[in-house]
């Protein structure tokens, strides 16, 4: 079914819109979390599942939710989680303790999970012309920028007026109304009963993922436990083998690995991927850093790292437009290049200048924006049509996953640094030492305990945008050699064999 360009692009901004839903869960946590963590009494490991249970969960069923969209129908799949997004909205929102609110940020992952592939899918069906497809793909990365961006601010905007449950009671409205616009705008649900859909596979590959999680977050404390360490690390290894060994054996694997082949399909799972780290590990960081250290609210702290997503929208868009003349190379390795000068300009001058920081974050999100405009394109354009559900799964997980090992590996490794060098005065008790809030509570207005843990709260800041910053470059030069050989004419046609 063709459907007219007037109903085409409303159907994408049904979609972009539960696009939006599922990237600003993602990050309207990170300006929320000291709120949350005083209302609720959780300590710094929920904290960190507070955030993590949603990405994890949802990278480890997004391959699945992706094949059974193509049994099933991508619309049905789309309306199926946005439903139970709803639902999980409004039990996220009346928590009463850490463990429940980590229990429905799993439910809502599920919801994201069924609807995330369906919304890149359904572009992939709907729009056939090639660079109509390509700009509203690049809308549609656009969105996962500006969502990501927007989480902050929004939770900021709420928590000066209402109880922090309103960070997910926001979401209710927006369902409702996408649920009835697509069944309004959405194509005939496009279900092929001869898929096959392997549930053991989303287990082995949610496996996989909380081991590798819980490895990380372990081996980061000050007193890591390496028989924990070592169960964490064979459930993500086990789980890993079999999930492969899996999925060679099935006549209709929830992945083929055959599709790695391609190179630009391999640069756009590496280019979300990387962006999405990157986007993730400086929101968090900054916004902790600036509401603890500077003392700004939720509100300016999330304004400060919207930054990023005013750096990346024009160049997102641009992306997807100029495509087909430039080729992904520019847009992609250089997008991560320049998001690398950006981020050295955040790494040295977060605490002498706001000036140059914003700056740096301007420029981060620019070649972000470029990068993330063109990698889906790179994903959907490189696959036929009977497998966009496969493909638009894979690149739902790389950049769940790049979220995700964002939040583990930093938010740990912030935490670890910050425990290890912090230099506490005479007196002053140990568990001050188990993180900034902790000393920031404990200080009772004792300038040489908030100064002490203050500065080393700056020192972890500056180790964790090392970190940062050596990811994007290595995206970079990954990206660039996938890509050294793909010219203009070849961005959406590349060769099947590396």
Do not use: C
């Amino acid at each position: 079914m063709v459907l007219s360009a007037r109903r085409r692009w409303l159907l994408l901004t049904v979609v972009s819109a539960g696009l939006l839903l599922i990237t600003l869960d993602n990050s309207i946590l990170y300006a929320a979390l000291p709120t949350l963590v005083e209302e609720l009494g959780a300590n710094s490991s929920e904290g960190l599942w507070i955030i993590n249970a949603y990405p994890v969960v949802m990278a480890g069923l997004l391959l699945g939710s992706g094949t059974l969209g193509d049994r099933v129908g991508h619309r049905r799949m789309f309306l199926i989680g946005l439903a139970v997004f709803g639902v999980a909205s409004l039990a996220a929102a009346f928590s009463p303790t850490p463990e429940t609110l980590i229990a429905s940020r799993a439910f809502l992952a599920v919801g994201a999970a069924a609807m995330m592939p369906a919304t890149l899918a359904l572009i992939r069906v709907t729009f056939e012309d090639e660079r109509e497809r390509n700009v509203a793909i690049a809308v549609w990365g656009t969105l996962a920028i500006v969502g990501s961006a927007l989480g902050p601010i929004i939770s900021g905007l709420l928590l000066q007026s209402f109880w922090w449950g309103s960070v997910f009671l926001v979401n209710v409205p927006v369902v409702i109304v996408a649920l009835v616009a697509t069944l309004v705008l959405a194509p005939p649900n496009d279900a092929d009963p001869t898929k096959r859909w392997d549930l053991p596979s989303s287990l082995l590959a949610l496996v996989a993922l909380v081991g590798l999680v819980m490895a990380i977050k372990e081996t980061a404390k000050p007193e890591p436990a390496p028989l924990f360490i070592g169960v964490a690390v064979l459930a993500a290894a086990v789980g890993g083998w079999a999930f492969a060994r899996r999925q060679r054996r099935l006549p209709y694997p929830l992945l083929d690995f055959a599709i790695f082949r391609n190179r630009a399909f391999l640069a756009g799972v590496l280019a979300a991927g990387f962006s999405m780290f990157a986007v993730a590990g400086v929101q968090l960081i900054t916004t902790q850093r600036f509401q603890l250290v500077e003392g700004f609210t939720p509100l300016r702290a999330g304004l400060l790292v919207a930054a990023v997503a005013v750096g990346a929208l024009p160049t997102a868009m641009a992306g997807g437009a100029v495509l087909h003349r430039v080729g992904l190379l520019p847009l992609v390795a250089g997008g991560l290049a320049l998001s690398t000068v950006g981020s050295v300009l955040i790494l040295l001058n977060f605490d002498t200048s706001m000036g140059l920081l914003v700056t740096g974050l301007l420029i981060t999100g620019a070649g972000l924006g470029a990068a993330m405009s063109v990698a889906s394109s790179a994903i959907i354009g490189n696959v036929p049509a009977r497998r966009a559900g496969m493909a638009s799964s894979v690149e739902e997980v790389s950049y769940e996953f790049g979220s995700l090992i964002a939040v583990a590996l930093l938010g740990s490794l912030m935490t670890a640094v910050y425990a290890a060098t912090v230099d506490l005065p005479a007196g002053a008790p140990d568990s001050a030492r188990d993180s900034l809030d902790s000393a920031l509570a404990l200080a009772g207005g004792d300038p040489s305990l908030i100064t002490a843990a203050s500065d080393a709260f700056d020192g972890a800041y500056f180790t964790v945008m090392i970190v940062v910053t050596a990811v994007i470059a290595a995206g970079a030069i990954a990206t660039g050699l996938l890509l050294r050989r793909h010219g203009p004419g070849s961005a959406l046609s590349a060769p099947t064999h590396p």
